[in-house]
Structures are given as C-alpha cells and as structure tokens.
C-alpha cells in the first residue's frame, strides 16, 4: 500500500538545539517529494521538493535530504519561530498526479 | 513561491444554506488546482482535483452534488457548500499545482455551520 509516515508526530526543542524530523514513504515510481510547513489556521507553505536520492535542499535552518525510502528535514539550530508543523508529501506514479501526505509532525521550540 | 488566495477566510452559515468558497491563483495559471479539508490536528485530506474547462475528479467518499466545484478559468476554482450541516464544519484549503507538481496553498477557509 502506498503510504507516508512521519515521525515523531510531535517533537519539543530548546532554542538552539538541532534536531531531525522524519518521512519515511513506500510507494513505487517516486516523482517527488515535497516539504511543507503549515501554522496554525493557516494553509501550508511550500518549502522544498526533492527528486532523486541523494538530493539535498537548504533553506535557511532547514536542510532535507532524500533516500530511498526515506526524507529528512534537518534544523539547525532552532528558534522559536520555527514551531509549526511540517509535512512532506510525495507525488509517484499510478498515484494520478496527487500528493500524498503524511500526518506531520507538530514542532515546538522552547526559548 | 506562487501566491493563492482564497476568500472568505472565515464563514459562518445557517443549516440548510449553501456557501461559495473561492481559490485564486494570483501570479501563475494553474490548469489544476485541488481542494483539501482539515481537521483539527490532522493532516490533509483531498476532497478533489479541480481542471480548468472539465470536470472535477472527486475522491472516494466525497459527495459531488455536495461539494461542487467549478474551475472557469486558469486563475479560479470555487467549492460550493450545498445544503451545508454541522457536519460540514470543517477547514477548507485549496491549491494550485505549479509547473513540477509542487502545490501552492491558500490560506484556508474556516467554515462554521450552525
């Protein structure tokens, strides 16, 4: 069955201290994989796309890797502002051009 | 990144009444966009892919005389809420799907029926 997961589903961090947010995903044909950060009562906000294994993206503090079975989103350093949750999302073949996303995780970090 | 709007932020409705949501592209046109509902503390959920100048393709479980959608052109979509009940008390975001299949979101749409 085609599925992402993420973990851990909720993650808390002190100002300044780094951490992993995982996606692990089991479908056939990845097209891509898609990071997003979401607030609350807000709409996700696109952060990156990863193609192929080996790809890597920064963006400020964050950083995502991809594998083949799984994708990282690296924070370096946090701040505050970076509570939110992120989600990651993964388009594949037979899956009709349509994201499949996974439940998020629900970061908050701590001054 | 692309820019999506969607009006009303925030709806309130009585039972029985139907309510429009609209989702705009803003800088690009999108051929495709989706909607999603939300529930509280949990992730996405596609409702249906909205194509300019056809039909939209709902998912399972979704009714299409409920939740009708029209994409009349390359920058809108609209959800119409029909008959809207309790149970349709939900947050509704939309999407445009960019040039790599990347999706660009609206900040949502909170909908309270009462």
């Known amino acids: 069955e085609d599925q992402v997961t993420q973990s851990p589903e909720a993650l808390r961090l002190q100002e300044g201290e780094s951490s992993s947010l995982n996606c692990s995903y089991t479908v056939s044909g990845l097209r891509g994989l898609f990071w997003y950060r979401q607030d609350p009562g807000k709409g996700p906000e696109f952060l990156f796309t990863?193609?192929?294994a080996g790809e890597e993206k920064e963006k400020e503090r964050l950083k995502a890797t991809l594998t083949k079975k799984e994708s990282f989103l690296h924070i370096t350093a946090p701040k505050p502002e970076d509570s939110a949750t992120y989600l990651c999302a993964v388009l594949f073949s037979g899956g009709y051009n349509k994201l499949i996303f996974g439940a998020g995780t629900r970061l908050a970090v701590h001054p | 990144g692309a820019v999506v709007s969607q009006h009303p932020s925030r709806v309130i409705c009585k039972s029985g009444t139907s309510v429009k949501i609209e989702c705009r592209s803003l800088?690009?046109?999108?051929?495709?966009m989706f909607w999603y509902r939300q529930f509280p503390k949990k992730s996405l959920m596609l409702m249906a892919t909205s194509n300019e100048g056809s039909k939209a393709t709902y998912e399972q479980g979704v009714e299409k005389d409920k939740f009708l959608i029209n994409h009349a052109s390359l920058t809108l979509s609209t959800l119409t809420v029909t008959s809207a009940h309790p149970e349709d008390s939900s947050f509704y975001i939309c999407?445009?799907?960019?040039?790599?299949?990347?999706?660009?979101f609206g900040p949502g749409t909170r909908l309270t029926v009462t």
């Open positions: 999407s445009a799907r960019g040039r790599d299949h990347e999706q660009y």
């Open positions: 800088d690009f046109q999108a051929t495709t």
């Open positions: 990863l193609y192929s």
